[in-house]
């Protein structure tokens, strides 16, 4: 694990869409996680997990929006985990410390 955004509320899930998890720019930014980086999100609610790419949404707004098939795997509302890995040697991993970011559950915001 590189970094984890956890227990992030899903405020929206649009199976119309292409695909991925549009997730605030601010909660990006504090995790460390670029658009278009893959991510597992993990469902506390049910259990699901997938695999999926991050949309950066509006800074601010608190928006975690599963896309697309990923929609069928969550609702508004469900608190999910967002976890981004990484590759790492043996000796950098016995050095590395992970970024894990505890936004407020229901709000999504970082204060």
Do not use: W
Not at 15 to 36: K, R
Not at 69 to 89: F, H, K, Q, T, W
Request: with cysteine.
């Amino acid at each position: 694990m590189r970094s984890k955004l956890h227990r992030l509320t899903i405020t929206q899930a649009d199976l119309n869409y292409v695909g991925s998890v549009t997730i605030d720019e601010d909660l990006l930014d504090a995790a460390g996680i670029i658009e278009g980086e893959k991510v597992q999100i993990v469902n506390v609610n049910n259990g699901e997990r997938i695999e999926t790419y991050t949309i950066v949404g509006e800074r601010g707004s608190g928006v975690v929006c599963l896309n697309g098939p990923a929609a069928r795997r969550c609702s508004p509302g469900d608190i999910v985990i967002v976890v981004a890995y990484g590759l790492l040697s043996l000796e950098e991993a016995k050095a590395f410390t992970p970024t894990v970011i505890f936004p407020h559950t229901g709000t999504n915001k970082l204060t």
